[in-house]
């Protein structure tokens, strides 16, 4: 079993940055990989970023790449998401997951076994 916790979401103006946590706990070592989704009112649930536990592999939406950067503390068992230069339109709840199956980083909600409960991101314009 792995738990996970998200924090540092919050309400930012445009432009502005936040860096989220996922802290992970329980059997820490069968996590291969870690993905932070997003879910919009309304919208499908998607990929964000990923990174895998060993090899550093990293995967980005193109829809934020150059702005957001994933990143992992094996000593702290946590991945960070450091959000910059927000649009109105990342707006949503964003969730991080744990997949424990060995391979390529998985697109698919689905293929992730554990997940946080979530942290909310509010950019005004």
């Known amino acids: 079993q792995v738990q996970l916790v998200e924090s540092g979401g919050g309400l930012v103006q445009a432009g502005d940055s936040l860096r989220l946590s996922c802290a992970a706990s329980?059997?820490?070592?069968?996590?291969?990989?870690t993905g932070w989704f997003r879910q919009a009112p309304g919208k499908e649930r998607e990929l964000v970023a990923a990174i895998s536990s060993k090899g550093g592999r990293t995967y980005y939406a193109d829809f934020v790449k150059g702005r957001f950067t994933i990143s992992r503390d094996a000593a702290k068992s946590t991945v960070y998401l450091q959000l910059n230069s927000l649009y109105p339109e990342d707006t949503a709840i964003y969730y991080c997951?744990?997949?424990?199956?060995?391979?390529?980083?998985?697109?698919?909600?689905?293929?992730?076994?554990?997940w946080g409960q979530g942290t909310q991101v509010t950019v005004s314009s």
């Open positions: 329980g059997h820490t070592d069968g996590i291969y990989i």
């Open positions: 997951a744990a997949d424990v199956t060995l391979g390529a980083i998985k697109k698919v909600p689905s293929e992730y076994a554990y």
